[in-house]
């Protein structure tokens, strides 16, 4: 049986318009907090009786159309031996920072024996799901790890990633070949297990200009679709603030093009190639909004999305804030499910 998200995703006919939330699993959940309390987010990460709880909470809870499989970008660095731990209220650190050749080359290829709790969680978490629900599996862009590793760390500017990229461009491309293929065993491991469909994220690439994007990160992020294409999945591509790159990531071969919330849905189906999805694009922090405000905004991007024939996903437009009302997200899930449903039906009927 094919679910609606892999139908929208492929471009085939919908009942109604699919919804699932980047971080819907966690963060705003109190379930979430409960469990967590008292273990590391990687450790959390790594233990398969937590990861397949907390992928199913929000699905439980929201009534989502598919489950995200709960990990961190940085877990297949640290499972191929980088020293890394996230710091609260900062991020993802490292001890050693990539700054030269000789630290690229030492830099660990991820064998799948290295992650074999992932393959474990993924197995759980689809049995719990049955058919109707899929899992999508996902990772870190190669730019978007290479600046995790060359910064030691989140950075504002991407400074010492930008000095390399440009400076030794070698050593740059090199480092993100490694991290490609670091990426695409992760995703390879998780659809092997059972995961229906894969996201790859590319959170920082909207620091780059669209040329250094296309010099230096689009032939990289392109080697993970290519080497992922045998599974035959849906597969999404997303980044943030990268409106200016939405042309030129949409060359790298995803089925879907995520748009965050700073760029018109309209604007977006003339920027992606032909027969390429969408999915997006409620702004997070709209969430805090009083219902009477935010259910016109909700509709817009119903309305938007069903108008790019090449199929929509309803997604926020980054991921779920914190602080977020967990009644929210649920709310949102029935309502784009009730208009898209009546808009189907009337476009199908010949009334709208």
């Known amino acids: 049986m094919t679910s609606t998200l892999l139908a929208a995703l492929r471009g085939e006919p919908v009942d109604h318009t699919p919804v699932w939330f980047m971080r819907q699993a966690g963060r705003s959940l109190p379930e979430y907090r409960e469990l ?130 440009i400076s030794d461009p070698e050593t740059f491309s090199r480092l993100l070949e490694k991290l490609a293929r670091i990426s695409a065993t992760f995703i390879d491991v998780q659809l092997s297990a059972g995961a229906s469909a894969f996201q790859l994220f590319d959170s920082w690439a909207g620091y780059l200009s669209r040329r250094d994007y296309v010099d230096h990160v689009l032939e990289h992020s392109t080697a993970v679709f290519s080497a992922l294409a045998a599974h035959e999945v849906p597969s999404i591509h997303f980044g943030v603030q990268t409106g200016e790159l939405l042309s030129s990531m949409a060359e790298a071969g995803s089925s879907a093009m995520g748009v965050d919330f700073r760029v018109d849905l309209a604007d977006a189906a003339t920027r992606v190639r032909p027969g390429q999805a969408l999915q997006g694009n409620l702004d997070p922090a709209l969430l805090f909004a009083p219902w009477e405000a935010l259910a016109p905004r909700v509709e817009d991007i119903v309305r938007a999305g069903l108008a790019h024939d090449a199929g929509f996903v309803f997604n926020l437009g980054h991921g779920v804030l914190p602080d977020t009302d967990p009644e929210v997200p649920g709310r949102i899930v029935a309502e784009v499910h009730r208009l898209s449903q009546q808009l189907i039906a009337e476009e199908a009927a010949g009334t709208r």
């Open 36 to 165: 967590r309390q008292g273990t590391s987010m990687l450790a959390s990460c790594r233990d398969p009786e937590l990861v397949t709880e907390i992928t199913l909470q929000p699905v439980r809870r929201h009534g989502v159309d598919a489950a995200i499989f709960f990990s961190d970008i940085v877990v297949p660095l640290q499972a191929a031996g980088v020293d890394v731990e996230i710091v609260a209220g900062r991020g993802p650190v490292l001890a050693s920072p990539i700054r030269s050749r000789a630290d690229v080359d030492a830099l660990p290829e991820l064998d799948p024996a290295d992650i074999p709790d992932i393959a474990e969680s993924i197995g759980r978490i689809t049995a719990e799901l049955g058919e109707a629900t899929p899992l999508i599996g996902f990772a870190g862009a190669p730019f978007t790890l290479a600046s995790y590793l060359i910064e030691g760390g989140p950075s504002k500017n991407h400074e010492k990633t930008k000095s390399l990229m």
